[in-house]
């Protein structure tokens, strides 16, 4: 940048330098242009010097001395006398005798002034014609030119006529070089200072490299300045945000202007650090993280972080339910052992009998209960967490109820693993709400804690329907939209937190194009949610029916 600048302003300054010397030559060439011209008319009108030269046989030393007197008068380097031709006929310099001056064609018949080359190179010339001489002639007529008087004065060197053009030129373009060249010192140290002395090839390399590391990480990244403006979004970023591909470029724009939800503006917007917080954003959960970026000890704005946490919470639900029907068994392990001690004592006080009827009133139960899951869910892994499911609610003085109207085929390992996580949130939730409600109410009533499953295909989707109604308390109207988002929940946070349940079942459900909401169950007084999740493929209604 320093170079081209320098180079800049020395172009400028030889343009001006080509400009004070345009104008010194005219003023030289004016000036003494004039003064050479009334010199050789002056000669060249002298009765002697035109009678000298009317003889057959001039007197060269008499013109010699006009010639030289008149030079040395106006101080002009070279005088000349020549022919018609402009063949040189007397001279300042005798060695010049003879040569041929290159004059205008007209130089014979008209006064005139212009630049000639000579000797001393390129100089400034007047020529006047001398005509006539000095006796009367029986019949007048028009005078004929005999010679012609060349006076010329070499231009003088560049210095000289710059400083001709006024010494201030000089002082004024050295003045205004050094300005400029200072200046454009000082520019190019600011300029390397605001780029922490990085050259431009080391800018854009830097450029290329951060556009790559954006591009290759699957986090997204976003910086916000300290006026609430986006400075950077990642593509990684503007995907987990739900931003459109063909949304303007929000780099710029303010994070109110970008159509996202007010809960993860306030999470953008925000100051403080923040260390994996969760939350939704359209059908997807992200973990949050915001460092503050200060420069100067200035705050300078924020940089967030954003991790898809969508697929872990799924798996993690996935998890607890394969946790659940381990705790079931295990709590099976010990009733069944307490069984075996029942049956053990019925033998040695030798009551065969109630032996018998004691282990048909257990596998009459157990039979029930997988019949009738079994005979309306007919995908195994859903059927098993809802056994799992009511062996708990059993334990919990939960009666879990499955509607006569279920009817579940078998689903493929996908959607079998999105109901299960749908069910067993649902369930779950069902189940705290019905035994914390259950016992006698203000009235003296007394309140059975139940909870009921609905499975069942609908639709020309053939959307997979999961309703769960429970006896507990029911959701307010007003929370009906705020029960979804992650946080919400009615009861304590534990180690592991709370509200993720209700934000998880709605993500699963939107992702497959349904959805999940709530209302009143009337038979059994508490909340019903139903949840919808599409498989995407038509069938005839027919089929459907039978």
């Not at 996202?260 to 923040?274: K, M, S």
Request: negative net charge; charged residues 25%.
């Amino acid at each position: 940048m320093l170079a081209l600048q320098l180079a800049v302003l020395l172009v400028v300054v030889a343009a001006a330098a080509v400009v004070f010397l345009g104008q010194a030559d005219a003023a030289f060439r004016g000036d003494r242009a004039d003064r050479l011209e009334v010199a050789a008319e002056g000669l060249a009108g002298i009765p002697a010097v035109q009678a000298t030269l009317a003889e057959e046989a001039p007197d060269m030393r008499a013109l010699a001395f006009y010639l030289q007197t008149r030079a040395a008068y106006v101080d002009a380097r070279n005088a000349y006398l020549t022919d018609l031709d402009g063949r040189i006929l007397l001279a300042t310099d005798p060695t010049r005798t003879g040569e041929r001056l290159d004059l205008p064609a007209d130089a014979a018949t008209r006064a005139g002034s212009g630049d000639v080359a000579d000797l001393a190179g390129r100089s400034i010339a007047a020529w006047v014609p001398v005509y006539g001489g000095s006796e009367p002639v029986p019949e007048p007529s028009a005078p004929q030119p005999l010679a012609v008087v060349v006076l010329a004065d070499p231009y003088p060197p560049l210095t000289e006529r710059l400083s001709s053009a006024g010494a201030d030129v000089l002082v004024v373009l050295g003045i205004g070089t050094a300005l400029a060249a200072a200046g454009s010192w000082l520019l190019a140290r600011l300029v390397k200072r605001r780029t922490r002395g990085l050259e431009p090839a080391q800018i854009a390399a830097l450029a290329d490299h951060r556009e790559g590391v954006l591009r290759s990480i699957r986090e997204g990244v976003v910086v916000v300045g300290d006026d609430g403006r986006v400075s950077l979004v990642s593509d990684s970023a503007r995907e987990l945000l739900g931003l459109p591909a063909d949304a303007p470029d929000p780099t710029g724009r303010r994070l109110d202007d970008l159509g996202l939800d007010q809960a993860v503006v306030d999470l953008l917007r925000g100051t403080d650090e923040v260390h994996d917080a969760v939350l939704v954003a359209g059908d997807t959960v992200l973990v949050l993280n915001r460092r503050r970026v200060l420069h100067d000890g200035r705050p300078a704005g924020t940089v967030t972080t954003l991790r898809d946490r969508t697929e872990l919470l799924a798996l993690q639900s996935e998890l607890h339910a394969r946790e659940s029907v381990t705790e079931t068994l295990r709590a099976q392990t010990h009733e069944f052992s307490n069984q075996l001690h029942t049956v053990s004592g019925l033998i040695e006080l030798g009551e065969y009998d109630e032996v018998g009827r004691f282990v048909e009133r257990l596998t009459r139960r157990r039979a029930d209960l997988s019949d009738v899951v079994t005979t309306r869910v007919a995908d195994p892994a859903v059927a098993a967490l809802l056994i799992a499911k009511a062996t708990l609610a059993d334990e919990r003085h939960v009666e879990l109820v499955v509607d006569p109207r279920s009817a579940l085929p078998r689903l493929d390992p996908d959607l079998s693993a999105d109901v299960g996580t749908v069910l067993g949130n649902l369930v779950d939730n069902a189940v705290d709400a019905a035994a914390w409600a259950a016992g006698p109410d203000a009235a003296g009533v007394v309140r059975t804690a139940r909870v009921r499953v609905r499975l069942a295909v609908s639709g020309a989707r053939r959307d997979v329907v999961v309703e769960v109604a429970d006896s507990g308390r029911g959701v307010p109207p007003e929370q009906a939209d705020a029960i979804f988002r992650r946080g919400w929940s009615t009861k304590p946070h534990g180690a592991t937190g709370r509200g993720v349940g209700l934000a998880l079942v709605h993500v699963l459900a939107q992702r497959r194009g349904g959805g999940v909401t709530v209302g009143d169950d009337v038979s059994l007084g508490g909340a019903a949610f139903t949840a919808r999740l599409p498989q995407g493929v038509a069938i005839d209604e027919g089929v459907q029916q039978a």
